[in-house]
């Protein structure tokens, strides 16, 4: 059973893995919303930690200077992953933060959220920023190319759908001006920013949030409607077994070439001539039994679901995720209005 869960959850994060963080993320803070309250700044450390990991090697590196890299640490490295990417931490912790202008207030599970809303929207600047500080470097660039040069673009780039490569870039460019207006409203939730800037300046402020909002959405559908346009497929190699046996076999048919003996038959053909013959066929022996289909039997974890897909179901994920949120929010405002 415990196994069963534990494919079952390997194979939503391969499908879906922004609904599975979201789910994750919800409860863990939940559980967790008194201790967070209580040590916030502890939580603010550990956060850092891996946004201090990427960003301080990434810059040494713009200048020239090598450092460690911390990728290569097995857990850490998977954690710093996770950053970069954002849909893993980043951007599940901003739907927790804009659910929670939609939902009831007096729900407990709402209230517990509502009470951490501050120290989660400081939590999620670490990744945040670690996703736009390798993604505006690397593709940024390429993204104003494509607008300002296109020709130039277009020769050096291999791309086979020329409106999916504008939609890509645009939601490229579409990021930096999200970043610009995600530090503000990042940096004022820090109290002591917020004392200085008094209520009624730092609510002003704070509605732009719903402008991030509404930006975090087409950039994000904006950039699987791209890479659906063009896909990066690659050629996935041989296995590395494969191709020694095969290379091993060659080795040894020359060798025995050279010593006047006969030819070293193929693997697969050797194989096939000592199988046993069952009703005057040997390929019946390699059959699997009843027993052995049984044993071999298949799980969720053997589910092969295509890039393409993935890319269906993340596109109808996000669609589902705000959607459901726009719908909220509205009849929020219009049952305040009947009130």
């Known amino acids: 059973?415990?196994?069963?869960?534990?494919?079952?959850?390997?194979?939503?994060?391969?499908?879906?893995?922004?609904?599975?963080?979201?789910?994750?993320?919800?409860?863990?803070?939940?559980?967790?919303?008194?201790?967070?309250?209580?040590?916030?700044?502890?939580?603010?450390?550990?956060?850092?930690?891996?946004?201090?990991?990427?960003?301080?090697?990434?810059?040494?590196?713009?200048?020239?200077?090598?450092?460690?890299?911390?990728?290569?640490?097995?857990?850490?490295?998977?954690?710093?992953?996770?950053?970069?990417?954002?849909?893993?931490?980043?951007?599940?912790?901003?739907?927790?933060?804009?659910?929670?202008?939609a939902l009831n207030p007096k729900n407990s599970t709402v209230k517990k959220l509502l009470g951490i809303r501050k120290e989660l929207s400081i939590m999620s600047g670490f990744p945040i920023l670690t996703h736009s500080l390798i993604r505006v470097t690397n593709n940024f660039p390429d993204a104003i190319r494509f607008f300002t040069d296109n020709g130039e673009y277009m020769a050096s780039t291999k791309i086979t759908n020329t409106f999916g490569a504008g939609i890509t870039n645009f939601s490229f460019v579409l990021g930096v001006v999200m970043l610009a207006l995600f530090i503000p409203l990042w940096v004022t939730s820090f109290d002591f920013v917020h004392k200085r800037m008094g209520n009624i300046k730092w609510k002003k402020l704070q509605r732009w949030s719903y402008v991030l909002y509404a930006m975090l959405f087409i950039h994000s559908a904006g950039l699987q409607a791209g890479f659906m346009l063009n896909p990066r497929e690659r050629e996935s190699p041989k296995p590395a077994v494969e191709v020694t046996a095969t290379a091993d076999t060659v080795r040894n048919s020359n060798n025995r070439e050279k010593r006047g003996l006969p030819k070293q038959a193929a693997t697969g053909e050797r194989n096939a001539k000592n199988a046993p013959a069952v009703n005057g066929s040997r390929t019946e022996a390699a059959k699997p039994t009843a027993q052995n289909e049984h044993r071999q039997s298949r799980g969720f974890a053997d589910i092969q679901v295509g890039t393409k897909a993935k890319r269906y179901i993340h596109t109808a994920s996000l669609f589902l995720i705000f959607g459901s949120y726009l719908y909220l929010r509205l009849r929020k405002k219009k049952l305040k209005k009947l009130k």
């Open 1 to 101: 059973m415990i196994k069963l869960l534990i494919d079952f959850i390997q194979f939503l994060y391969g499908v879906a893995p922004l609904l599975l963080s979201l789910a994750a993320l919800v409860l863990l803070s939940v559980l967790l919303s008194k201790s967070i309250k209580k040590h916030a700044v502890v939580y603010y450390t550990v956060m850092a930690i891996p946004f201090a990991l990427v960003a301080i090697p990434f810059i040494g590196r713009l200048f020239g200077v090598e450092m460690f890299n911390f990728n290569r640490i097995w857990f850490l490295g998977g954690i710093m992953r996770d950053y970069i990417h954002a849909g893993t931490l980043g951007f599940p912790l901003l739907i927790i933060i804009m659910y929670m202008g």
